[in-house]
Structures are given as C-alpha cells and as structure tokens.
C-alpha cells in the first residue's frame, strides 16, 4: 500500500493528513499527486466528485506556492457557490499548517468589497465562480497575470452551465506559461476541446467509475404513465419511510410546483433552485443538513456540490436533459461509505434513455415494480413497529398513568395494539385502497396510451386555423391551467378544433376553468366528449388517419373525427385558478421531524 509519505508530500501537509484522518491516498490522489509534484505539465483528469480530487489538486498546489509571497499564484475555477466554499474549506484544513497561507473564495451573491479586501491581504490561491471572478476581473480588484497554476474543477458542469466564454476570459489574463489542471466527471466534446484550447501535452489521468462509492450506488427504474409522476413520487417516498433524499426535477418551476404539492401533503419537503434567495437557498440547506428536510426537491444546477453524507435516495422525478447529468445525480447518494439507491420514475418513451445510462454508468438498472398500496400500508405499519419497539419510554409520561390506564380498563394488550396501530395505519390505508393502480406494462409501441376509465377527452374550439399544433396547444392548456407537463395528453389538432385528454381527477378544474374564458378576445369553449382518443392504431392494424386519408384524400379531416361526440357542456362556477389539482389524490400525514 502506497503512504501519502511516499507521494512526496511535505511534513506540513502530512501533519494535516493526519489530523484529517486519511489513511491512504485515493486512486486520483495516487495517480496525480507524484506526477505534479514531479513535472511542470497540464492535467486532465477524469474524476468525480467524492473521489477525492479536490485534494488531488489541493496537495501539489499547496506544496508548490509560496506561503511567504502575497502574489496570488493559484487559481480554480468550480460551478458553484457551494462548490467554490467547499473547496476552499478543504483547502484551508489541508494547509492549516502552512504559516502565512490565505486562501480566498470569490463567489456570487456575498459582498464584492469584502471579497476584494480579502484578496488585497495578499491571497496566494483563490477559488472562484466563473461569473464573479470576470466580475472582479473587470472591476480590477484582483490580478491574476502571474498565477502559476489554474484549476478547472467539474469542468463539464461549468460548460453545461453557460461558463464557456467567462472562462476563456479569465484565462486570458492568466500567463501562458502557467500549468492548468482540468477535472470532470465526463468528457463530452466540449471539455475535450477545451482541454484542447488551453493545455499543452496534458498527463491524462481516469480514476475508476468513482473509487469504492459507486459500488454502493444500486440503481432501479419504475415505469409509469408520465401524468402519474407525481402519485409515484409519493409512494416511492411512503415505501421508504427513513428516506433521506433528493429529488431531480428539470425546470425550476417543477422543482418548486414538486416540493410545494408534497409540502401540502404533509411530507416534509424542500425546493432548492436558481430562483430562490442566497438566503433561502442557505436555510433550505441548513434544515437538510439537520434532516428537518427529508425530501429536497433541486435542479441540477442547484444541487451541484452538495456534500450530505447521508443521503439514502436520489429520485430522478425526471430524467435530464443530458443522459451525463445522471452521473452527477445518482453520485450524491453511496457517499462516504453508506449504500444507496438512485431511482428513476419513467414513462415509456423515456426507457430508451435507460439503456444510454445504462452505457454511460457501465452498470445495470433493475426494473421495479411500482409497490402496491398495501405493500405500502405494510412498510408503513412495520417501519411503526419497529419505531414503538426501540422507542425509550419517557418517565414524564407516568404522571398521567392512571387516567390511561382507567380509560383502557376493559381493553386488552392484544386489542390496545391493534387499535393503537390502526390510528397510523387506517391514515394509508384509506387512501391506498381507493388509489389506482399506477402500474404499466412496457409491450405498446411508441408511448401510445390505452384508453383508459380514468381519462376525461376534451374537445376545445380552436385549432390550426388559430395557429396551433398539438405541442403549442399542449403547452396553452398547460399554462392557462398551471398543469404539469404530464397532464395534458393525446392533444390532436383538428383545422378549427382540437382534442386533449386530461386524468379523469381533473374535471371539475378543467371545466370551471373554461367556463366563460376569453383568450384573444374570444370564447374558448371546453367540453368532454365520449371517445377517449386512446391510441392511434384500430385492431386491424389501420390507422384513423389512413381511413381519412382514403375517403378524402385529406390526412385528416374534421368531419371524420366529429365522431368524438361531445357530451356535457361544461357549467358550474369558476374554481379557484390558482389551487392545484392534486387535492383528492394524496394521504394526508403527519409531518415527520
Ligand atoms: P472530493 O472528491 O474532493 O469532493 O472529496 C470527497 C471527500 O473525501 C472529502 O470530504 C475529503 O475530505 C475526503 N477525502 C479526500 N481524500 C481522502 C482520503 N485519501 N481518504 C479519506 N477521505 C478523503
């Protein structure tokens, strides 16, 4: 076994070493420690977060600087806010015995002077975000020309983030001559090419799929219809009842609209993104890293450097957009030695993007059944048993003894059991026997939905005359009625008016909402329709547009499809627009600290 001693390091940074507690080097520390300790040369590394890589870097960079120079003479650059503190952080443990060392971060959202003050005592390394260090750049509160070495921490994320051209920026006021050492958990084109750009004959280095935490990782995928995405949500949540997790939305609107829903039934949840406060999104934090959060519901973007150890669950409520960001998500769980679990909730067009995942990750999702309701309802009562079990009885209680006792005279244990625990049970109990069920068989072809007796079909009075497809019709539904982008399905434009399905729970919004409803000056007319547009094949293999197509030469024609008889004119009065649809649909619970 090879010692940190042996990589070369100085008695400073070993002192530190061991105070931090590290026995032995990790494979990118092995790897990339001896070899900048040794040569002046550029770096590209290919290691993730958890590998050990800030101190990859950290170790030579301290070693290599002059503690008793104020010249600033190293530079990296991280994505994130959360990133740039944690690195300087580690940086400030692993040099805490390097008399004279300053490092400053330089970070978004915190006062610029204070940061510039900071520098001006005389700064050896600094850690910076992208966008604040061009900022300070601009401003001429810091000089950078003669840094020795620069560091492109994630350097993916930092270009899937839009940090491209600050980037080259930055650099371009750096000296030629100095060393850059670039780490990214992947290598799309991008990195490659600027790996490319701005280095010379790199040492090229790739740690194995993250070292020991990656086995740890399992990772499972449970199909369901795309509008019940958040119904699954809940029951992976309520069959995990310890679950310690964050949730992956795409958008910051879902992000939000998620962890709202599940606030309002009774999880204890949280939303972290880009348009929440410095603050806000530092309380969000704060009360997960105290577990008063069980579900943090994040966009990538804001999830980036989050370093809880503990994480049991990553869901994936949806998939990214880039299958590489998976990488990034699922290797928030399995940290520090603990297993964990990455799940993904899919609708059938997306499985294919399993198989792509499943390439990059070199490891094999299993595919899970949705757990049933009373799967569920016995987890729950289980999970409560054994809780009652461990429980230490709290003597503070024995003063109201008696009057318990009185009351539960004629009880016997066996009938106090059950009836303490139906108190708990009967709350998901009664929910889960009416829920449907959300499972879903992947033999269709193409996404088509089977009708179904949970689906309402619309008819609406406009379409391509009012310039519409069925993805901008989807998209108004969607926004008029705050839906998600699930919600509104099988929309089918017709020449004057078109077709949309919405879950059969939906209704009443639908129609209270369209009642009276103006757009453009207009009526927009909302009724339901008998036909439940369910899939675009007939049995003998025909498809409704070829019949169209062979009476009228037309693809599709208006007349054909009237067929979809409308049956009930929408009335009642207006709901409120604003309260979302998932009320009938969800067990209340308690929240849980
Ligand atoms: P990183 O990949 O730099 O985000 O590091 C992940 C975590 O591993 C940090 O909390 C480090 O303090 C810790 N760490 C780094 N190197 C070692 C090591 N050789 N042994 C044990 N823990 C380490």
């Not at 690195?87 to 970070?107: P, S």
């Not at 008696?402 to 539960?408: G, Q």
């Not at 369910?534 to 693809?555: A, L, T, Y």
């Amino acid at each position: 076994m090879i010692t940190f001693q042996e990589l070369g390091l100085n008695q400073d940074l070993l002192n530190a070493i061991t105070d931090l507690g590290f026995t032995k080097p990790s494979e990118v520390q092995e790897k990339a420690i001896p070899a900048l300790l040794n040569e002046e040369r550029d770096l590209v590394a290919l290691a993730q977060t958890g590998t050990g890589k800030t101190a990859a870097f950290g170790f030579p960079m301290l070693q290599k600087i002059d503690v008793n120079s104020r010249t600033t003479q190293g530079l990296i650059l991280s994505p994130t806010r959360e990133l740039c503190l944690q690195i300087t952080n580690e940086l400030k443990l692993y040099g805490k015995y390097c008399k004279g060392l300053n490092v400053v971060a330089v970070y978004g959202g915190a006062s610029i002077t204070e940061q510039a003050k900071q520098i001006k005592k005389g700064a050896q390394i600094i850690v910076a975000t992208p966008g604040r260090m061009k900022d300070m750049i601009s401003r001429k509160l810091v000089d950078i020309s003669k840094i020795e070495y620069s560091v492109l921490d994630e350097a993916d994320e930092m270009l899937n983030m839009g940090f491209y051209e600050d980037i080259t920026d930055i650099l371009s006021y750096t000296p030629e001559d100095k060393s850059t050492w670039l780490f990214s958990a992947t290598m799309p084109k991008e990195v490659a090419a600027i790996a490319r750009k701005f280095m010379y004959d790199p040492i090229e280095i790739t740690v194995g799929n993250r070292n020991e935490s990656t086995n740890q990782v399992s990772h499972e995928y449970y199909l369901v219809n795309g509008r019940d995405r958040y119904l699954a949500l809940k029951r992976l949540a309520d069959a995990n009842p310890d679950i310690f997790s964050v949730i992956f939305c795409r958008t910051k609107r879902d992000t939000q609209k998620v962890a709202e829903k599940l606030v309002e039934d009774g999880y204890s949840a949280g939303a972290l993104h880009g348009d929440l406060s410095q603050n806000q999104r530092d309380l969000v934090m704060k009360a997960f890293r105290n577990k008063q959060i069980q579900m943090l519901v994040a966009t990538d973007v804001a999830a980036r450097g989050i370093d809880v150890d503990d994480i049991t669950h990553v869901i994936n409520y949806q998939l990214p957009d880039e299958i590489e960001t998976y990488t990034h998500r699922s290797g928030r769980t399995g940290r520090a030695g603990k297993t964990g679990v990455s799940m993904v909730i899919v609708a059938k067009s997306e499985v294919r993007k399993i198989k792509s995942i499943e390439r990059i990750i070199k490891k094999q999702f299993e595919k899970k059944d949705m757990p049933s309701g009373m799967e569920i309802c016995e987890v729950q009562l289980m999970s409560l048993a054994n809780k009652m079990h461990n429980t230490e009885i709290n003597h503070e209680i024995d003063a109201f003894l008696d009057s318990i006792n009185e009351l539960f005279e004629d009880t016997s244990k066996e009938e106090l059991i059950k009836k303490f625990f139906s108190v708990e049970f009967s709350r998901f109990y009664d929910y889960y026997k009416k829920a449907k069920d959300l499972a879903v068989t992947d033999s269709s072809e193409g996404g088509d939905r089977a009708p179904s007796n949970n689906e309402t079909r619309y008819f609406i009075n406009v379409g391509r005359k009012d310039g519409y497809d069925w993805m901008s019709l989807k998209d108004f539904i969607k926004e008029v009625l705050e839906l998600g982008r699930d919600d509104v399905f099988k929309v089918d434009v017709k020449d004057s008016f078109s077709f949309f399905n919405t879950d059969k729970s939906m209704e009443k919004r639908v129609l209270d909402f369209f009642t009276d409803f103006k757009y453009n000056d207009r009526f927009v007319n909302v009724e339901i329709t008998e036909n439940k547009g369910g899939g675009r094949r007939d049995r003998s293999g025909r498809g409704k547009k070829r019949n169209d197509s062979k009476r009228g030469g037309r693809r599709s024609s208006d007349s054909g499809n009237r067929s979809e008889r409308v049956g009930r004119r929408s009335g009642g009065p207006k709901s409120d627009r604003r309260r979302s649809g998932s009320g009938s649909d969800r067990p209340r619970r308690s929240r849980r600290k």
